[in-house]
Structure formats: C-alpha cells, structure tokens
C-alpha cells in the first residue's frame, strides 16, 4: 500500500501538447509502470483551467476511465455534445474519439487506463490514426457518459457502521465505484487477485497494515496491489472513489 499526495508527483509534461507547455493542463501521472506500479491498471490527475478550448481530435489504444473531481467540461465526439459536472464518471473504450473539448470552470479529473500505460504518450493514436476511424465503415466506439450509480453490497468484510457503495462503471477491463463511509465505520478490505487505486474525495480515513497505523487525508491516494488487505476505519464522514482492475499475472 502507498499514500500518494498527487502535488508531490511532478508533471509529465507531452512536448506536442500546447496546454502542457503553457500549463492551462497538468498531467501528473500519480501511478504508472515508469513509478513502479503494475501492469494492470495507471491513474493520472489532470488539472485544467476555465476557457481552454482543444479542437484538436484524440484518442486513445487502451481504456479509459475518469471521475470528474471538480469543475465542468464540454466535449464533442462523433457530433454528440455532452456537459459532464463535478462527481460525473466517463468510460472511453480504445478508439473512441473525441473532436473537441471546452473547459467551462475551472476542473480537475482522475483518469485510470487499463492496461497500464508502459511510458508518456505512445497510447495516444496519432492524427493520421484518427482520420482513418472517421473513414471506416464499422461504427466506431463513443466515450460513455454516467450520470446514475447503481447500490450493491461493498466488496469488504467485518463492516461495522453504514456504508453506500455504489458500482459507476462495471467491464473487463475495470470497475469503478462510490462509497460513501459515516463516520466511525470500519471494514476490512481484502484484494483478491486484483490491483486497486482509491482516491479520498472527501473526509479522513485510517487505514491499519500489518500493525501499521496510517492516516489519509482528502486529496490522496490509496494504491494496492494484489492481495493486499487493511482494517480501513472513517475519522468523519468520508468518500471514496475506487478503480479496480484484475491484477496482471506476473506482476
């Protein structure tokens, strides 16, 4: 398990992106193969401020999965509009793409990509790649957008307290879900043949590892791999996001 405060994770920087360059997007890869992380899933935290405004097609060779943390965006794909607000969760399958973005406040997302991105910028497809989507004749694949949530059972044991656990986005490739944990509630997670990347979008949590006591705050990560597991208890009332992943063999 690690605790990972995403500012302290320096920018990766892509030398044929305008935005990185002026910094009105920040792209800090807080998990990744190139960090030591498995090949199963990588999460990355984007920053983005109110009025940029990228024309330019992309696309990407792996999945993606996002949760918008704060803040407002409009995107264009395959000439459907969509507003996507502050606590909204996006899936684009590989090959699924976007014309265009508008950034209406000020935003911040977290993007998780199954399988792993093995370095910067390979995943994204080139210009060239892009134009031959738009001229095959299979339907191409649309990013999908998720306003509701569906209420399962947590996948943790010893729960004391209340806990709602919602499932965003269910596929091979990964799960993501909302738990919404009251305050002094407890479980006991157990990963089982699965890598995890949670992200405490609101309250305190302690999380206990092999006799270890760990405090995580608001505005951190949790990363697990396989077969890993904590007591996890709530400080207040707290909110997490969690990307699941089947853990890669080898790994």
Sequence with gaps: MEIIDPYKVEPTINPESQE?????????????PMRGG???????????????????PYAYSKDEFCYLVKGEFIATSRGDTVTMGAGGFMWRPPRAATERV????????ICAFGPAREDG??????SEEIDHL?????VNPRPIFYSNTLLIAPPWTNITGTIEFRRAISSPRMDVSRAAVSKDSSFRAVLDLRDEVWWLDSGKLTIVVDGVSHVVLAGQ?????SDENAIVSSNE??????????ATEGD
């Design 20 to 32: 990185h360059l002026e910094g009105t997007q920040l792209h800090r890869r807080v998990l990744s």
């Design 38 to 56: 498995p090949r199963s899933i990588d999460i990355g935290y984007n920053t983005f401020k109110a009025g940029l405004d990228v024309a330019r």
């Design 102 to 109: 508008r950034i209406t406040k000020d935003s911040v997302s």
């Design 121 to 126: 910028w390979s995943h994204r497809l080139t």
């Design 134 to 138: 738009s001229t095959e004749e299979l």
């Design 221 to 225: 990560f949790i990363t697990w791999r």
């Design 237 to 246: 009332d707290s909110v997490l996001v969690i990307f699941s992943a089947p």
